[in-house]
Structure formats: structure tokens, C-alpha cells
């Protein structure tokens, strides 16, 4: 065991500590933001503060947050899945993980008051979700339908349009809202293969995430396609608004993905993993794409 007494009250591992915030985890919400100050068209020479401040918000903060609570309101889950995670292990004894979620939250809202009205509100709504999506009354993880939309708009969404309306000091074009929502969308799929890996303990603890409720075939398929589905629209919107070069990058990049589907669904449980390292990669080089093909039609230098 790797925890030291205190005044003969375990204490956690420092390096578990860490591992309870998922440090890989923060990529896509610090992506997400950089998206959106992308957009807003806006130069961050005179704003700088507000990029670095509003990326470690997204990621080591709210997105941090997020899987503290999740460990904690999951560890007996983690018991039957992952049983090696910080606290089933024991290297976070006790209370501890609570504690750093609580303090966490605390430390995020604290950091937050930086980014002005719009980067506090939206901080807020994002440790609201986190607190909602495991915590009961509500954890909506409990329905994957639910769950998955609430983690989507937290890591695509939410940061993409913070980032906007940080930069701008005001709500963002209708065109950044549109372009976050539909990546939005297509994030409840990678959300669906994010939970191929725990399929046996949520069907021992009730927990109905999709590849339960539809099985593994199903769940991947559906997937894929609302994954797709977005990345289409966003093509087109690109045409419409006379961006023809970078809605062929995006039609690219989502042709890729099409390309590894059929790998992915030949061995869902066994490829969920592999396609959220390849397929979600080219899934976040086309919101880039997008970011920068509209951000000379909003404004800014």
C-alpha cells in the first residue's frame, strides 16, 4: 500500500492523486477551447492571459474535476472493471477522493472569476454537469442517452463556445454556436465507444450505457453514424458559407474515419479503444479546420 499514516489517517499516494485527474483526459475540452478562440477571429496578442487561463480551466480544472467525481461516485463500479484505479486500489484511502473533487470544484470556480462573466457562467454549467453526470439523485450515467450528451457538450461543446465568448467579451456568432453544437452531436458517439471498456461491471451495477441497452454490434453502429452525421452537416455549412477548401478538408478527414469503420465494427469491444485513438484524432483535426475556415467571417484581426 502506498499511503503513509498521518496523525493515524492514511494518506493517498501524491502520484495517485494526479492519476485520479486523468491528465489524458484533459485533450479534448483544452482543444475544444483553443477551437473557439480560434474562430472568434480574434487576435490573442492582447488576450493571451484569457487563452492560457481558459485551457487550463477546460482541461486540468473542470475536466480534472470531472474525473474525481466520477472516480469517487464509481468506485465500486471500478472495483469490477478496473479494480487497479487510484481508489479501489487503496492509494486514495478513505475520503480523499471526495475531498479532491470538492476542492477541485472550488479551485475551478476561483479560477474562472479571470475569465469574466461568460468564462465563470460557462464554468459553472460545466461542474454543474460534472457533479450531475455521476452524483446522485441525478447521475445521469445511469442512461447512456442522457450521460453521453451531458459528457459531449462538456468536452466539445461548452469549452469551443467558451473560448469564443471569452475572446469576444459577449455571446458568440450564431456560426460558432452552430459549428459547437453539431461537434457536440457527434461527440456522444465517441462517448458510446468510451464505454465499450466497461461493459461488465455496468451490467452488474445497473448502469445502462448503450453497449449495455443495445448490446456491442448496435452500439458501435449507431457510433459511427452520429458521429458522421455532424461532420456531413458541417461540410455543408462550410459550402454554404462559400469555404470550399476547408469543407473538403473536413469531408477528408471524415473519409478517413469512414475508412477505419469497418474495422472497428468487425471487433467492437476489441477496437473501441484503437478507433478512439485513430478515428477521434481525425475528429478533432476537422473542428480545427472548421474553427479557422470562419473566423475572417465573424471578425476580428
Known amino acids: 500500500m502506498n499511503t503513509r499514516p498521518l496523525y493515524g489517517v492514511a494518506r493517498p499516494d501524491p502520484a495517485a492523486l494526479i492519476e485520479l485527474l486523468k491528465p489524458i483526459t484533459w485533450f479534448p475540452p483544452m482543444w475544444a477551447y483553443g477551437c473557439g478562440v480560434v474562430s472568434s477571429g480574434i487576435s490573442v496578442t492582447d488576450r493571451w492571459p484569457y487563452l492560457i487561463a481558459g485551457i487550463l480551466l477546460a482541461g486540468p480544472m473542470v475536466c480534472g474535476t470531472s474525473q474525481a467525481v466520477n472516480d469517487w461516485f464509481d468506485r465500486h463500479v471500478d472495483a469490477i472493471n478496473e479494480p487497479s484505479r487510484p481508489i479501489p486500489s487503496g492509494r486514495v484511502p478513505g475520503l480523499w477522493g471526495l475531498y479532491l473533487a ?12 479571470a475569465l ?9 454549467v460545466g461542474l454543474a454537469l460534472a457533479w450531475a453526470y455521476s452524483a446522485p439523485p441525478l447521475r445521469l450515467k445511469q442512461n447512456g442517452w442522457w450521460g453521453n450528451s451531458a459528457v459531449a457538450g462538456c468536452y466539445e461543446g461548452l469549452p469551443w463556445f467558451t473560448g469564443a465568448a471569452v475572446m469576444a467579451a459577449a455571446f458568440p456568432d450564431w456560426r460558432i454556436v452552430l459549428l459547437a453544437a453539431l461537434y457536440s452531436v457527434g461527440a456522444h458517439g465517441i462517448m458510446t465507444l468510451n464505454d465499450f471498456k466497461s461493459i461488465e461491471g455496468d451490467k452488474r451495477m445497473g448502469i445502462a450505457s448503450l453497449p449495455v441497452q443495445l448490446g456491442p454490434d448496435r452500439a458501435a453502429r449507431l457510433a459511427c453514424i452520429v458521429m458522421a452525421l455532424p461532420q456531413v452537416a458541417v461540410v455543408s455549412v462550410l459550402f454554404s458559407w462559400d469555404r470550399p477548401f476547408h469543407a473538403a478538408g473536413v469531408a477528408a478527414v471524415l473519409i478517413a474515419q469512414i475508412l477505419l469503420m469497418p474495422k472497428l465494427l468487425r471487433d467492437p469491444r476489441g477496437k473501441a479503444a484503437w478507433y478512439n485513438a485513430t478515428g477521434v484524432t481525425l ?19
Request: hydrophobic share 70%; no cysteine; glycine share 12%.
Open 116 to 124: 469574466g462573466l461568460w468564462g465563470f457562467a460557462a464554468a459553472v
Open 102 to 113: 470538492v476542492v477541485w470544484t472550488l479551485l475551478s470556480l476561483l479560477l474562472a472569476t
Open 283 to 301: 475528429y478533432v483535426s476537422g473542428m480545427l479546420i472548421s474553427a479557422f475556415a470562419i473566423r475572417n467571417l465573424v471578425g476580428g484581426a
